[in-house]
């Protein structure tokens, strides 16, 4: 496998979809190759920071209406 | 699935017995990948903003008939999409909307990195950087996560979803098929090149 193929299967090999065949490849090629193994890495850290993106506060008066729908709800 | 309709939800149950703090904590962890799943549909952060407040509406008067054939989170989530894309459609009615969403030709094949890094051999010729010596502040600093936050916004809508729902709400492939109906594979292929993409945009960032 070359690295411009390897780039290619990273999502699938973080998925745990590769075939058994390509999966013993692609690690026997990430354990040589110093450029793929950061580019593994930084998706990863692409992954992670995607993450961090997750919050965001909740405006005020959209909070204050469904707290007012779940009582509603809650009363009923 | 048995183990699916045996599964008790801590948040499902919150909810049922009428917790208010539960429900609040709930909205709260949620809105964010919400707000950014119901952008990818609607022409601006109100319009989504009230998809979401709709979408909790819609969860509180139809509890009683969720039956745990899927996460519940799932389930919250796929009231969102069907609230985000019906306002879409009608939306795109009213405005001169020029189906924006399906002309992203983002199930393109071609490869994710820039052919010209590598050499004939196709062997690396200008591999990646490595981050591992960026201090973690740097890498964790709001700059930081406000351009990743951007790279997400500027992909193909289609690689969005997927990329908001996996990596950014934390849904497994299996939920995210089952949510947009689509293939493991054209899953996979969505989400290889918005990763690669939001990558791009950090080695760029971080250079």
């Known amino acids: 496998m070359t690295c411009r193929e390897v780039v290619e299967l990273m999502t699938d090999y973080l998925d745990g979809v590769l075939s058994a065949a390509d999966r013993a490849k692609f690690e026997q090629h990430m354990t040589g190759c110093d450029g793929c193994s950061t580019y593994l890495d930084q998706l990863r850290t692409a992954r992670m920071l995607m993450g961090k993106v997750a919050y965001e506060p909740v405006p005020a008066p959209l909070k204050a209406e469904l707290m007012n729908a779940f009582r509603s709800w809650k009363a009923s | 699935m048995l183990s699916v309709s045996l599964h008790v939800d801590p948040d499902l149950e919150a909810l049922r017995s009428g917790n208010e703090a539960a429900f609040e904590a709930l909205i709260g ?36 008939r969720f039956e745990g054939r899927s996460s519940f989170k799932t389930w919250i989530f796929g009231i969102l999409l069907n609230v985000a894309r019906s306002r879409r459609r009608k939306e795109s009615r ?23 890094r590598f050499g004939g051999d196709g062997l690396w010729s200008q591999p990646p950087d490595s981050w591992a010596n960026i201090p973690e502040s740097r890498l964790l600093d709001r700059e930081t996560i406000d351009r990743v936050k951007v790279a997400i916004e500027g992909l193909p809508a289609k690689q ?6 996996r990596d950014v709400a934390g849904f497994d492939a299996e939920e995210v098929c089952s949510l947009l109906s689509i293939s493991a594979a054209n899953q996979r292929v969505r989400l290889h090149r918005g990763r690669a993409s939001v990558r791009k945009t950090l080695e760029e960032y971080l250079k």
């Open chain 2, 94 to 116: 009213i405005l001169p909307f020029t189906s924006l969403f399906w002309r992203d030709g983002d199930n393109a094949r071609g490869p994710t990195v820039d052919r010209r």
């Open chain 2, 160 to 165: 969005r979803e997927v990329v908001i729902l």
């Open chain 2, 29 to 64: 962890r949620y809105h964010g990948p919400m707000l950014r799943l119901a952008m990818t549909y609607t022409r601006d952060r109100g319009a989504a903003e009230d998809a979401v407040q709709e979408t909790w509406l819609i969860c509180l008067r139809t509890l009683s």
